[in-house]
C-alpha cells in the first residue's frame, strides 16, 4: 500500500483523468479554502484502564499549566515460593522494593519528583471501566508505605541500532529504574498470608488488592514519566536470605492479568487561553492540543458543503493544513505529539471517522511532519460526501493520538494568525 500511494504522489492532480471520456474534462483547478474557525476545548473524560503504559510525575508546563499523573496497580504472584513459605529454610526478609521502569521522560530532568505509595483499600476489578477523574486516594490507606524524592533521568543509548542510533548521533533511550522501598508493615502483612492464599492468584488479589503510587504536588518545573509496567518489568521484589543462600529473590508481577488503572489531572488557571477555553465566539491565534485527556479543538469550516463553482466536478484532493507554532516552545526539549485525529461530528454532536480513512491511514494523514512542522489531513471523499448532501456539515473535533498512554502536547497556529489553517483543493470540473 505505501508503495502504491508513493506512486500516486507525482501529481495528485492527475488522479482519475484516464477514467474520463475524451472531452469530458475541462481543466484541474486548484483553490485554497480559509474561511475555517478553530476553538480550544476540553478533552473528553478519558478512558484509563489497563493502557499501553502507566504515566506517572507531575509537570508545570509554562504554556499548558500542571499536569498531574498517576495511577494504581494490582500485582500477581510470579510461582509458589516454596523458600518463603516452609519454615525449616528459616528464609529472612532484607526488603521489599517497588520496581519502577521508564523509558520516555516529558519535560525537566532537574526537578524531584515526590513519589508517595499507599496499599490499596478498594478492589481494582479489571472487567469493569475506569476513567481518568477516578478517586485513587479515596480508594486506598490513609497511611503510607513507601515514598521516594527522584530526580527522573532521560539517557541516550549509543550501542542500540534502534531508529538508526549511532555512537555518533544516539537516539533510543535506555531504560531507567525507580526503586521505591516498601514499609515493614507491608512486609508483615505480605508474610502473614497463609499458604492457600499464596497458591492461588485470586485469593491473593483479595488479600492484597495493590497500591496507588501518587505524583506529589510541585510549584513548578517537573515532568511525566511513561512507566512501562509490563513488558518493561516493573515489578514488586522481595529480597531475602537463608542460612543456606545469600541475597534471593521473590517477584510480584505486574501483567495482563492485574487491573491498571491511571488518574490524570489538568490546572489552566493560570493559562494565557483559560479565558476563552470552551468558548466558541472568541478565536485565539493559536489552538492547544494535549493528551491525558486534556485539551482538544474544535473546527468549523462553514463553506464546506456550498463551496463549488460548477455542479459538474470531483474533488481530487482536500488536504487540510496546521501548522506547528515554533516560536513559543523550544521543540527539541518538548517534542509535537506523533500523531493528531481529525473526526467529523453528527447532528447529535458525536464523532466519527471521515471515509477517506478507510482508503488507508497513509492517505488520511494525522502524523507529524518534522520537516515542515505539519500536520496534515485528507478530507477529499468526506468533502465530496458534504457536497453531495451525503453528509452534514457539523464541523470536526483535532484531538492527540494514544491519549491514555503518552504525554505529549502541541501548539498550532490558529484560524487567526498570519499562517492560519488551510484547506487546499484540487478539483476536476466536467463538462
Not at 243 to 267: P, Q
Not at 335 to 343: A, F, H, K, S, W
Request: hydrophobic content about 35%; aromatic content about 12%.
Amino acid at each position: 500500500m505505501v508503495m502504491i500511494f508513493w506512486g500516486c504522489t507525482n501529481d495528485i492532480n492527475d488522479l482519475g483523468k484516464d477514467l474520463l471520456l475524451p472531452g469530458d474534462l475541462v481543466q484541474v483547478r486548484n483553490y485554497s479554502e480559509k474561511n475555517i474557525k478553530a476553538y480550544t476545548v476540553s478533552d473528553g473524560n478519558q478512558r484509563t484502564d489497563e493502557p499501553g503504559y502507566n504515566l506517572l510525575g507531575t509537570f508545570n508546563d509554562p504554556l499548558f499549566g500542571k499536569s498531574t499523573a498517576d495511577f494504581a496497580c494490582q500485582f500477581r504472584l510470579s510461582a509458589y515460593p516454596d523458600s518463603l513459605k516452609t519454615p525449616s529454610i528459616n528464609p529472612v526478609i532484607d526488603s521489599l522494593v517497588l520496581v519502577l521502569l521508564y523509558k520516555d521522560v516529558y519535560g525537566d530532568t532537574l526537578t524531584p519528583q515526590q513519589l508517595k505509595v499507599y496499599e490499596l483499600a478498594s478492589d481494582l476489578d479489571i472487567d469493569l471501566k475506569y476513567f481518568q477523574d477516578t478517586d485513587l486516594k479515596s480508594m486506598s490507606k490513609a497511611e503510607l508505605v513507601g515514598a521516594k524524592n527522584y530526580i527522573p533521568k532521560f539517557k541516550l543509548d549509543s550501542l542500540s541500532t534502534t531508529y538508526g542510533s549511532t555512537k555518533a548521533a544516539p537516539k533510543d533511550t535506555t531504560v531507567q529504574e525507580i526503586r521505591i522501598k516498601l514499609d515493614q508493615k507491608l512486609i508483615t502483612k505480605l508474610m502473614s498470608a497463609d499458604s492457600l492464599t499464596w497458591s492461588d492468584n485470586d485469593k491473593f488479589i483479595k488479600y492484597f488488592k495493590g497500591l496507588y503510587i501518587e505524583a506529589g504536588d510541585l510549584t513548578q518545573g517537573g515532568a511525566v514519566m511513561k512507566v512501562g509496567a509490563l513488558a518493561a518489568g516493573s515489578n514488586m521484589a522481595i529480597h531475602y536470605h537463608t542460612n543456606k543462600t545469600d541475597s534471593l529473590t521473590y517477584i510480584y508481577a505486574i501483567n495482563e492479568s492485574c487491573a491498571r488503572v491511571s488518574r490524570f489531572g489538568h490546572d489552566y488557571s493560570h493559562t494565557s487561553f483559560a479565558a476563552n477555553l470552551d468558548k466558541t465566539d472568541v478565536q485565539d491565534s493559536l489552538i492547544y492540543l494535549q493528551t491525558t485527556g486534556g485539551l482538544r479543538t474544535k473546527i468549523f469550516i462553514p463553506d464546506l458543503g456550498t463551496w463549488s463553482d460548477s455542479t459538474n466536478f470531483a474533488i481530487n484532493r482536500a488536504e487540510l493544513i496546521f501548522q506547528v507554532d515554533s516560536t513559543i516552545t523550544d521543540l527539541t526539549k518538548l517534542v509535537p505529539n506523533e500523531q493528531l485525529v481529525l473526526t467529523a461530528i453528527d447532528k447529535d454532536g458525536k464523532e466519527y471517522f471521515p471515509s477517506d480513512l478507510a482508503f488507508s491511514s497513509l492517505y488520511y494523514g494525522g502524523t507529524y511532519n518534522s520537516t515542515d512542522k505539519t500536520f496534515r489531513f485528507n478530507i477529499a471523499k468526506h468533502m465530496q460526501e458534504v457536497i453531495e448532501k451525503k453528509k452534514e456539515n457539523y464541523g470536526f473535533y483535532l484531538s492527540t493520538a494514544f491519549r491514555s498512554a503518552t504525554f505529549r502536547r502541541v501548539v498550532l497556529k490558529g484560524a487567526t494568525s498570519k499562517t492560519g489553517i488551510k484547506l487546499e483543493i484540487a478539483y476536476s470540473k466536467i463538462k
